[in-house]
Nanobody, 125 residues
Framework: QLQLVESGGGLVQPGGSLRLSCLAS????????IGWFRQAPGKEREGVSC??????????FYARSVKGRFTISRDNAKNTVYLQMDSLKSADTAVYYC????????????????WGQGTQVTVSS
């Protein structure tokens, strides 16, 4: 059974950091584009960051709202992708979803095939 399981969410003060992890099981992550979406209450789902299957800098995407503050990485040996989130703002408060697809186009169109259950990130003082 193909599954994505996120962890690492929580409550953090503005300016703080969190690291999200997404463990893939049931499939080999090597061939997939994988990354993170988020959805805040009352807002549309937003693609935050993704990393392609070749792991090169050219295959990494960041939304403008997080560029320079968030860093995505993947460890194919552990079938895991990470999102290091620094300098967090209240606007980053959302449920963060890990998502993967073998097709980059599907990911960038916001419709990847595989989704995790989500993890809550709350940035508040």
């Amino acid at each position: 059974q193909l599954q994505l399981v996120e962890s690492g969410g929580g409550l953090v003060q503005p300016g703080g950091s969190l690291r999200l992890s997404c463990l893939a099981s049931g499939f080999n992550l090597d061939y997939y584009v994988i990354g993170w979406f988020r959805q805040a209450p009352g807002k549309e789902r937003e693609g935050v960051s993704c990393i392609g299957n070749d792991n090169s800098d050219d295959s990494i995407f960041y939304a403008r709202s997080v560029k320079g503050r968030f860093t995505i990485s993947r460890d194919n040996a552990k079938n895991t992708v990470y999102l290091q989130m620094d300098s967090l703002k209240s606007a980053d408060t959302a449920v963060y979803y890990c998502a993967a697809d073998i097709s980059p186009g599907s990911w960038y169109h916001g419709d990847p095939e595989y989704w995790g259950q989500g993890t809550q990130v709350t940035v508040s003082s």
